[in-house]
């Protein structure tokens, strides 16, 4: 069974548009809303990309911003300055 | 065989260490299947204590609070003294029934399971 | 289409630029006397510059967002105080909680600031150096946020002003504090793997995801954005934590057998210091998203499952204490509760029974045992209380001389019979709460021979207030011990009948009419 990688976030305009990104991005991503968070599993790995908020957003975004927004993640990190990527090789 | 690493000689005294009880000892009490009480407690007296008066005066000021402490057979009682079964006699001092520093003296009580058998 | 001209650095350069360019190896000392501390664990390093921090993040964008952090916290913070936001909590029982979070959380944020500030020294490498600073700099945000919280409820409620008194001194803290002792006197890999990987990886998510989420459903908004603020550090933290394992191991196959070891005693040890928080999720919250046990499941079962499935590649293997943590899932938090139930003197916020649909929900959360092993006493308790007989256990507590809870957990596999393991070291006995707790004592006797329990302390009269004559005749160690604890009456006891009941229902009256 692939693992899941995950990311949340605190619910608000800014992550409104970020996880609407990842929903574009990884087909099968999966998003628990709970109170005052949200919460995006994807088996395996997941994938932000900084062109896809930016089109959400209506402006340029720094992928750095999402420090302000998170609140926990699963999964190896690798960030650049156009994708945030969280993975499980196994 | 230790597995401590350090950069400098180690060697501190042990925090609980009999010597720090002015002439007394610790002494740590269980009522099995009577969870009720959370955890052990534990007392600090002297070895001549009595272990009759253990039972009269400090198992009974905490553990008759539990309706099945008046139940007791004490003729049909066991004890445990950490996992090994021992007899102790409650006309016997803590020294002369063999309870040592830090001993913990676990009362059965058969028959006996807490409320409505639940072992609390 | 325009190119975009940027004359800025791209990330990875800035972060290379930033780290591996401005360190540099000592020449008039030699480096393993400047670095004494990476050695003498036994842990093999022989490239520093393979450690990169994957989130890349260089000073500059670090003050920048920490900053912006600060400002949205403190604007929530000050429409909260603005709009009477205690009074928009589910109900006063909630308060307690709060208590009991911010009354213990924060001194142990200062211990984290001082042993990263620490490790952020003792590490050779530029990338380790670099995160553990800001990670120091983050704990210290923590700490300070969190007490700037206590005022904004101490000045309504009791019990909240003698934390940082309490912190060393009060029977239920002593776990949280010890758990900090043990790591900051480990050495700095060590430290790395308790506080960055098991705690910060593990099992923090616990603590601050569904726990506060839970403070935003009961309407806390001031808790949900303190809690909130920290947590959005945290994700930095995990993965400093899991970068370190990852480097430790790609290092040298000797580190594994050591790793593996610290990855057993550090998980246990965590999720010793969780049966409290997974208490206040079940029992301190009026209204719940989730019970402990399911938090339980997604946050370690399933997710650690993840992580020791992709860490086998290296040798690690799942910590041993796994199958113990999911018998006790469906235990430990109803344990805690009675162990502080039947203490009411002994706390500075309020504890209760459920009540009748709160009980309902617990057995329906907990199929297996709740209605077998622990609702029963609770009737039992509730009848009591109703005949004037509200339970106070008066006695003094044993304690577990590696983690230092209260020895209150079951045997596994026989809920109905206490779990004690015992040994001898050098002619005295030391007792422990469980199998896992005995191995960390034998396999490092000299450091836990010194714990502090404060039941012992008391009766070897170490634990006296101000002006006690020890030499009186009729001193008895241990008697005064609400004074020495600075203990507020008003703030212990049943929460029924508590003035913060009575103050909170009447304020609220205030605010819905003339």
């Known amino acids: 069974m692939t693992s899941n990688a995950f990311i949340a976030f605190q619910k608000n305009e800014e992550t409104r548009c970020i996880v609407e990104a990842i929903v574009d991005d990884n087909p099968a991503a999966v998003v628990v809303d709970q109170p005052a968070m949200v919460k995006v599993d994807v088996p395996g790995r997941l994938v932000i990309k900084r062109a896809t908020v930016e089109e959400k957003m209506g402006r340029d975004f720094d992928l750095q911003e999402l420090q302000l927004h998170l609140i926990t993640i699963s999964g190896h990190l690798d960030e650049s300055d156009d994708e945030f990527t969280l993975s499980w090789e196994a | 065989m230790t597995l401590l690493k350090t950069l400098a000689p180690y060697d501190f005294p042990s925090s609980d260490a009999v010597e720090n009880y002015a002439g007394r000892q610790l002494l740590y009490i269980n009522w099995e299947r009577h969870r009720m009480f959370s955890r052990p407690f534990v007392l600090a007296l002297a070895p001549e204590t009595l272990f009759g008066e253990i039972i009269d005066t400090h198992m009974t000021d905490c553990f008759s609070y539990h309706p099945d402490w008046a139940q007791i057979d004490w003729r049909a009682v066991r004890w445990l003294n950490g996992s090994r079964p021992v007899v102790l006699d409650r006309n016997k001092s803590l020294a002369d029934n063999g309870i040592g520093h830090k001993d913990l003296i676990r009362l059965i009580t058969p028959g006996l399971d807490g409320i409505a058998g639940s072992g609390y | ?514």
């Open chain 3, 1 to 514: 289409m325009d190119m975009k001209v940027s004359k800025k650095l791209g990330l990875k350069e800035r972060y290379t630029m930033m780290t591996r360019d401005l360190a540099w190896d000592t020449t008039f000392q030699p480096m393993d006397k400047v670095f004494p501390q990476v050695g003498y664990e036994g842990i093999k390093i022989h490239d520093w510059n393979a450690w990169e921090d994957p989130f890349r993040l260089t000073m500059d964008a670090y003050w920048k967002y920490q900053a912006e952090k600060e400002r949205k916290l403190y604007a929530i913070l000050d429409a909260f105080n603005q709009n009477n936001g205690h009074l928009s909590v589910t109900d006063a029982r909630y308060i307690n909680v709060l208590k009991l979070f911010l009354g213990s959380t924060p001194p142990l944020e200062l211990m984290a600031a001082r042993g990263f500030s620490m490790v952020a020294r003792q590490m050779v490498g530029a990338g380790p150096r670099v995160a553990c600073m800001m990670q120091s700099v983050d704990e210290y945000r923590h700490f300070q946020t969190q007490i700037h919280s206590i005022s904004n409820y101490n000045r309504f409620y009791n019990g909240l002003d003698e934390f940082a008194h309490q912190q060393s001194r009060m029977w239920y803290l002593s776990d949280g504090k010890s758990f900090f002792d043990d790591a900051i006197t480990a050495g700095p890999f060590e430290f790395m793997v308790a506080i960055g990987f098991a705690f910060e990886y593990v099992l923090t998510n616990i603590l601050f995801v569904p726990f506060i989420s839970g403070a935003a459903y009961n309407g806390d908004m001031a808790a949900m954005t303190v809690g909130f603020s920290a947590q959005s550090d945290e994700a930095r933290h995990m993965t400093l934590g899991l970068e370190c394992i990852k480097f430790m191991l790609e290092q040298d196959p000797d580190n594994l057998p050591i790793v593996q070891r610290w990855i057993d005693k550090w998980t246990w040890r965590g999720t010793r210091k969780l049966a409290s928080v997974g208490m206040m999720m079940d029992y301190m919250l009026p209204k719940r998203i989730m019970s402990f046990k399911e938090a339980w499941e997604i946050y370690f079962e399933q997710n650690g499952t993840a992580l020791f499935t992709d860490l086998a590649r290296y040798g690690v293997k799942v910590p041993k204490c796994f199958d113990q943590t999911i018998e006790e899932k469906e235990h430990i938090t109803h344990q805690s509760w009675i162990g502080f139930y039947m203490k009411p003197d002994a706390t500075p916020f309020h504890t209760w029974m459920p009540q009748p649909e709160e009980l309902d929900w617990l057995s329906e959360k907990y199929p297996n045992t709740f209605d077998t092993y622990y609702r029963p006493v609770y009737e039992h308790w509730i009848a009591q209380e109703k005949a004037g007989k509200r339970f106070n256990n008066k006695t003094q507590p044993m304690n577990c001389q590696v983690c230092v809870s209260t020895i209150k957990f079951n045997e596994p596999g026989d809920p109905m019979e206490m779990c004690f393991r015992e040994t001898v070291y050098k002619g005295e006995k030391f007792h422990f709460c469980s199998d896992h707790c005995r191995e960390i004592f034998e396999d490092e006797p000299e450091k836990y021979v010194q714990t502090f329990i404060s039941s012992h302390a008391a009766l070897q009269g170490k634990c006296e207030p101000e002006g006690t004559d020890v030499n009186a005749h009729d001193y008895r160690p241990g008697a005064r011990m609400h004074a020495y604890w600075r203990m507020d009456k008003r703030a212990s006891g049943d929460f029924n009948g508590s003035e913060d009941q009575k103050n909170f229902a009447k304020w609220r009256a205030q605010a819905t009419q003339n």
